[in-house]
């Protein structure tokens, strides 16, 4: 069955509004779980690091104050898009490190953001 | 810096031939290899990875691949494709003594196989 699930699967939002991205871990607790981005025939690039108890750590060229990350529990971290826009019309997807390895990640299921 | 060289956006083969899928890569030190599968507007599926030992290495739904230290390559292979086998396949590196924010993703191959 699946360890990591998305809420929504898919979302469509008018351009100015906000849009939160729940990320769940079903089978273990998560100090840390992780976000990317991935454009259509494109690779997935890391957007931020999420931190339970802690600010979460943005990569090179993510805007925080746009893409807000909130780890609210050891299960659960969103994603809020703010104030979207067109360009950030995208699959966004977030992994969870396997439990005490860290070797892979589990992936949950992504969610498709289209701004109009 | 690290990276991921998928060479072919796109391969086809017919049901029942071998297929390879083909990775290099670029790290410091000793690399971790994954290979991960995505269906349509869906997640990444994990199929196997390359942390020590052996060099070969089998995965889920039948895949396997081999490290190659000297050619640092990963190839994904299966001896028989299936057509539910069709979809896009990452190959993946960071070096062991990174932490896992570390993996690099490479751009990726879509995969069809042809009934």
């Known amino acids: 069955g699946a360890v990591v699930s998305q809420h929504p699967s898919w979302v469509i939002c008018k351009s100015g509004t906000s849009v939160k991205i729940e990320c769940r871990s079903l089978?273990?607790?998560?100090?840390?779980m992780f976000w990317y981005r991935q454009f259509p025939k494109q690779s997935l690039m890391l957007m931020a690091t999420s931190n339970e108890g802690s600010k979460a750590t943005y990569e090179q060229g993510v805007e925080k104050d746009k893409f807000l990350i909130n780890h609210a529990s050891l299960t659960l971290s969103t994603l809020t898009v703010t104030s979207a826009h067109p360009e950030d019309s995208s699959f966004y997807i977030c992994s969870v490190p396997r439990q005490g390895q860290a070797y892979e990640q589990y992936f949950g299921p992504g969610t498709r953001l289209t701004v109009t | 810096a690290q990276s991921v060289a998928q060479p072919e956006d796109q391969v086809n083969v017919a049901e029942g031939n071998p297929l390879t899928v083909k990775c290099t890569y670029s790290?410091?030190?000793?690399?971790?290899l994954f290979w991960y599968v995505q269906y349509p507007n869906r997640g990444l599926q994990f199929l196997l990875k390359?942390?020590?030992?052996?060099?070969l290495v089998k995965g889920s739904y039948g895949f396997e691949a081999e490290f190659n230290k000297s050619q640092t390559s990963f190839h994904l292979k299966k001896p028989s494709a299936l057509v539910s086998d069709s979809a896009l396949y990452f190959c993946a590196v960071r070096a062991a003594l990174s932490s896992a924010r570390q993996l690099t993703f490479g751009s990726g191959t879509q995969l069809t196989v042809l009934p």
């Open positions: 089978d273990f607790q998560a100090t840390t």
């Open positions: 390359y942390i020590t030992g052996d060099n």
């Open positions: 790290v410091s030190g000793n690399p971790y």
